[in-house]
């Protein structure tokens, strides 16, 4: 009266619904079935058929099938070169229906579906991989362009998006002045108050970068580390991976998702290498900024020494020296005082 099919799905740990025919087929029949549920699991297990002619009998027996009226069930394992691919489960609301000319029958076609599933799983790998390498070719063609290194960045986390299918990346840069983690980039759907700033040990982020490792949350709301304000906008997930350039960890990449249990290991592996992708974009960043700000500094101290050297009073030359500290230092104001004896104080010079 009803066969179900169910194939292994090793991220979400169980076995995941392929089709359901028959009797019934609309409903009671849960998506992902767990690997230690039922007799379909057990059959899974133990890599052999299991027949239940009195079903309501049966140890392994869910309440909910005898509820519908099933009497006899079989579950068959699917076998190529001793791996179980899948398993092939037939109810009947008939006791004792599953004679030995039945379960023969039914063992062949069972036998004859595994090379099936192999190819299917073989062709699922292939696409999954393409689908990477693609990804990640694109991301390297998006850093070896020349534009600017946050033109580059916001281009990298809305291809993270596309691809890896979250609601929101983030990309933090190390900034020493501030001694935390900047937002350098974001993109996705999902947006929230986030911090522009974010200190070490201090959120998801904060702690990835700290500890030097991934860290992964499917249950977010759960988490230790889980923002408030990420929790109201609905993410359910999250993975921080630190990025790393010769021991050095420059930065955090952030991707998170309002669907639980989001971050599979396959999709975990991928945002890996994309993560490590990114360390030459941060590295090539710093050390452009680096130069950039010896740059400016080498011409302050020239500027202001130039300006010590020019005749006039000290009372002027103090003042052009703390505009050019004003400038260079994008403050809003600059004052120097000085050490008056007479009035054993401090003296506004200017």
Known sequence: DRVV?????????????????????????????????????????EGRPITA????????????????????????????QDRTLGIFTVSS????????QRVTLLSAIADGMGAHLENARLLEAEQVRSQEMETLFNIASILAQPDSF??????????????????????????????????????????YT??????????????????????????FASHPQARPATLEAGIRSAVA???????????????????ADHFHPQRVALLSAIADGMGALLENARLLETEQ?????????????????QPGTLEERARLVMEEVV????????????????????????
Not at 15 to 23: I, K
Not at 195 to 201: A, C, D, E
């Open 241 to 259: 991976l630190p990025i790393h350039v010769q021991g050095r960890t420059l930065g955090v990449f952030t991707a998170l998702s309002v669907k």
């Open 150 to 191: 946050e033109e580059r960045a916001r281009r990298v986390m809305e291809e993270v998006v596309r691809v890896s299918q979250v609601d929101r990346a983030v990309l933090r840069v190390y900034d020493e002045r501030e001694q935390g983690l900047r937002v350098a980039a974001a993109a996705g759907a999902v947006d």
């Open 53 to 80: 002619n009195d079903y309501a009998s049966h140890p392994q027996a869910i309440p909910a099938r005898i509820s519908d009226g099933v009497k006899s069930l079989i579950s068959l394992p699917m076998r190529v």
């Open 93 to 100: 609301l008939k006791a004792n229906h599953f004679n030995r």
């Open 194 to 219: 986030s911090p522009h700033l974010q200190f070490p040990g201090s959120g998801l982020s904060g702690t990835a970068f700290q500890e030097g490792r991934p860290l992964i949350s499917n249950d």
């Open 293 to 309: 700000t010896h740059t400016q500094e080498m011409e302050a101290l020239f500027n202001i020494a130039s300006i010590l050297v």
């Open 5 to 45: 099919l169910r194939v292994p799905d090793e991220r979400e740990q169980g076995l995941r619904l392929l089709c359901v025919v028959g009797t019934g087929s609309d409903d009671g029949a849960p998506a992902l079935r767990s690997y230690g549920e039922g007799i379909a699991a057990a059959s899974f297990r």
């Open 327 to 350: 400038r260079v230092s994008q403050a809003d104001r600059a004052i120097l005082r000085v050490h008056d004896e007479k009035e054993q104080g401090l003296r506004l010079l200017c």
